[in-house]
């Protein structure tokens, strides 16, 4: 069993080489093993459109069944859908198989606990429960099969108000699982979605379903500018993440588009928490005190920014990587069909171009995320390493690795939790201190993973 799939907030890896049937098994064992002892039992089931992942539930089910807990098998959806279904059937928990924006090969698995998610050392704990095979035994619970798509789209009758036709917009769902919920939703509440990839396919044969990536933004780009649409937009392979094209072709990355969010928000929420991660721009944190709101930089990760929103008491949450939290008029988890009718309403009710309405935030430099390939048993040690390099000479903000402040800008380096690479991300006043930002941190991670 490889250690490194117990991520910080999820379980990840190749699907042949990591998650095995046997595996999946345990883990169903350990996952229910676990909910059982803090006396949870009805637990809901979903699973994503890869390849892989028809085989990880037949293994996950059967070890699950093994500790009595009760299963309501939600089918092939996005991981909203989990979420969505815990919280409207008041249910105890859940377990999704996806890989997320993770290459094809692979797959994982996210969980919550009651309306939490887990991470950190709730999934050290299921690697515990496998290494001593330390299951609960019970007899079989109830098992039932359930489509969440109708009451979904009912809760979305009930809180989104959109005017018929009153924007013109495409999505691209990549190939991944939140095509149908989509456009089924989308539909029923009377939009008329340019559809595109919405039909499930694993191999995801057209792009990959990563929003984060310019290359994968480019068939809703050029279908955007040519149909004159108002708006694009892209979910990743399961539907959790969001990515925005804007009527002149341009990439509104998470921390742009949660400005726009959170202006709507604080117009009838005044003084309200929001919060970013800390590859958001310096920029977004000031635009949300700016009109009068309490911004907030924390860790990266769904699980951790969904504890933070509770703890702080926020009504809305985002990340670079278009991971959209909303807790004002819904449930405080990452829904990217939501998060998109939530966008398009504010567009119908500014009645205004989504450029037009950012026009006034000030124009910063900056890269899009920047991965740099590093194992996973040494791409913390490469940051710790930078983090001590600038801490005796800069002011660093460690929450999350380290971001580094210069005159006239930041430089990030952080690891990530679901991938075996390290992220860096920068901004600065001009073009020129952006460059020679970059180029002196990339030089200090290159010493650093040299010293591995």
Known sequence: MNPHIFRQYDIRGDASADLGDDFAEDLGRAIGSFQIRAGNRRLVLGRDCRLSSPRLHTALLKGLRTTGVDLVDIGVVPTPMMYFTVFYEALDGGVMITG????????GFKMMREHRSLYGEDIQELLRIMEARDFVQGPEGEYEELDPVPNYINHMRRDIAIPK??????????????GPTAVKTMTALGLEPVALLC???????????????????QL??????EQNLDVGIAFDGDADRIGVIDQQGNVIWGDRLMVLLSRSVLKKHPGAAILGEVK????????????GGRPILWKTG????KAKMKEEGALLAGEMSGHIFFADRYFGFDDAVYAALRLIEILAEEGKPLHELLSDVPVTYNTPEIRVPCPDDEKFDVVARV??????THEVVDVDGARVLFEGGWGLVRASNTQPVLVLRFEADTDARLTAIREEVEAVVSSARAAS
């Open 100 to 107: 997320s924006h993770n290459p094809p090969k692979d797959n």
């Open 165 to 178: 036709n009153a924007i013109r917009f495409a999505i691209d769902a990549g190939n991944g699982a939140g």
């Open 199 to 217: 039909e499930m396919d694993g191999r995801f044969p057209v792009h990959h379903p990563d929003p984060t990536q310019p290359k994968n933004l």
């Open 220 to 225: 809703l780009k050029d279908t955007v500018l």
């Open 280 to 291: 958001c721009s310096q920029t977004m944190y000031d635009e949300i005190a700016r009109h």
């Open 302 to 305: 769904h699980s951790l920014i």
């Open 387 to 392: 983090l001590a390099h600038y801490q005796a």
